[in-house]
């Protein structure tokens, strides 16, 4: 579904991310760690488009590399930022339908709000509520939402586990885990490394902007990488 190759992030004489070679199958989990400054984010936005890059990005067999990112969504590739980045002034029912910008089927866009109002409650509970005074745990709900109401065929998470607490984080991967099943393919980038793995079919390290590992999670679990690279 995913294929970089020879991927290069660069911020002035700065490389963040360094010819990386990187894949993900259709319907797979593969989890893309690190510590902090690895260069997971910049990976993340040079696949959408967001971020200029070197390299080739190939979704699906089509290579995306210069199409803009509004593209990038058509052909079925959608992020959910770190940081969650909400639109605070919105109400949660304008922040689902500006997910699904993208769609003109009026009934499947509502089927889907209701959907992940049933998924998540409390966004239902607070569809006309500003998204801005939700608390970060209800922003990332939301922030997953609004990122699946195009539809996708490929996800991309960036620190979705940023800033929660323990039982929040816990429950997102829940959720995240329960997409795999339904035959979503996901790329998830967390600093938060025993939560990924519980999901995930493979994995990938970064340090420095470089590879430094790449194989299956339960590999990757009973390695010294994991106090290596990512403290645990």
């Known amino acids: 579904m995913l294929q970089l190759e020879g991927l290069t992030v ?29 260069g997971k984010s910049s990976t993340i936005g040079a696949i959408t488009g967001l971020v ?3 390299g080739r990005v190939i979704l699906d067999g089509k290579d995306i590399t ?30 689902l339908r500006l997910g ?23 966004l239902g509970e607070r569809i006309a509520q500003a998204a801005g005074t939700l608390s970060g745990g209800e922003q990332q709900m939301l922030a997953i939402s609004r990122a699946l109401m ?27 885990g329960s997409l795999k099943a339904d035959g979503l393919t996901v790329l998830v980038v967390e600093q938060n490394a025993a939560q990924a793995l519980r999901f995930a079919d ?14 299956t999670a339960a590999e990757l679990a009973g390695s010294d990488l994991m106090s290596m690279y990512l403290g645990a």
């Open 10 to 38: 660069s911020y002035g004489a700065v490389q963040a991310v360094r010819g990386l070679d990187l894949s993900v199958a259709k319907g797979e989990f593969v989890a893309l760690l690190g510590p902090n400054g690895a």
């Open 52 to 54: 200029p890059s070197k």
């Open 66 to 95: 210069r199409l803009p990112t509004e593209a990038r969504i058509v052909r079925g590739l959608t992020a959910c930022p770190e940081g969650r980045h909400v639109f605070a002034n919105l109400t949660v029912a304008e922040n």
């Open 100 to 122: 699904a910008a993208t769609r003109s089927d009026k009934a499947g866009v509502a089927a889907d709000i209701d959907r992940y109002c049933t998924l998540f409650p409390v």
């Open 150 to 176: 195009s539809r996708p065929r490929m996800l991309l998470l960036d620190e979705p586990s940023l800033g929660l607490a323990p039982m929040i984080v816990a429950r997102i991967f829940d959720f995240i």
């Open 202 to 215: 493979r994995a990938y390290v970064l340090g420095t902007g470089q590879l430094r590992y790449s194989g």
